[in-house]
């Protein structure tokens, strides 16, 4: 791509930021669809979700079709840069992070590995065809998930994205930890990680 990340992003977040309400919301429907039709990603376990902020794509409809034995988690930033993360459920305390982002209110003890997880679901910026993901750029994600570089273990690692967000091509970066799937409104693209 001939722009760099930064305005990469910048356009990625515009073409975001103009859908309306209603397509959000059949996204989010859609994207459920797409997760919970895959039979492995519905085993018992720890599935992580994220708070959509900025137009990010809503997993509330992912949250209400869990099967019986999957329970729902939400991130927490850590002072060191990475994620640990928390059960919760509708009416659950909630604080804001340091970037605003509602997050449990927990002790930081009772927060789970990046590891205990079976399924993340991560909110996208952008991505390709090929796996390649590009975040808000902070890292996070990629620091807490770095073992997934060198071993396909647990958990798996689902990119969530509206279509308009796709790109031609990303460079993947050496830090960049690769998805095993992308779920978007229109598709599920698995990468055979």
């Not at 059949?26 to 720890?46: F, K, N, S, T």
């Amino acid at each position: 791509m001939n722009s760099t990340r930064p305005e990469l992003r910048r356009q990625l977040q515009a073409r975001r930021a103009a859908l309306s309400p209603g397509e959000r919301l059949a996204a989010a429907d859609a994207v459920a669809r797409h997760v919970c039709a895959q039979p492995d990603l519905r085993e018992p376990g720890y599935v992580a979700g994220y708070w959509a902020v900025g137009g990010e794509v809503p997993l509330h409809a992912v949250q209400l079709r869990l099967a019986p034995d999957q329970v729902w988690c939400l991130p927490v930033l850590q002072e060191n840069g990475q994620l640990r993360f928390a059960p919760w459920r509708a009416g659950d305390p909630l604080v804001n992070n340091r970037f605003g982002i509602p997050e449990p209110e927990l002790e930081p003890a009772s927060t789970l590995a990046p590891e205990a997880m079976s399924l993340v679901l991560l909110p996208l910026v952008g991505f390709d065809r090929a796996g390649n993901r590009l975040g808000m750029g902070g890292g996070y994600y990629d620091r807490s998930f770095a073992f997934r570089r060198t071993a396909a273990a647990p958990p798996r690692l689902v990119g969530v994205a509206y279509a308009c967000q796709e790109v031609p091509e990303l460079a993947a970066q050496d830090w960049d930890v690769p998805l095993d799937a992308v779920a978007t409104e229109l598709d599920w693209l698995a990468f055979g990680r």
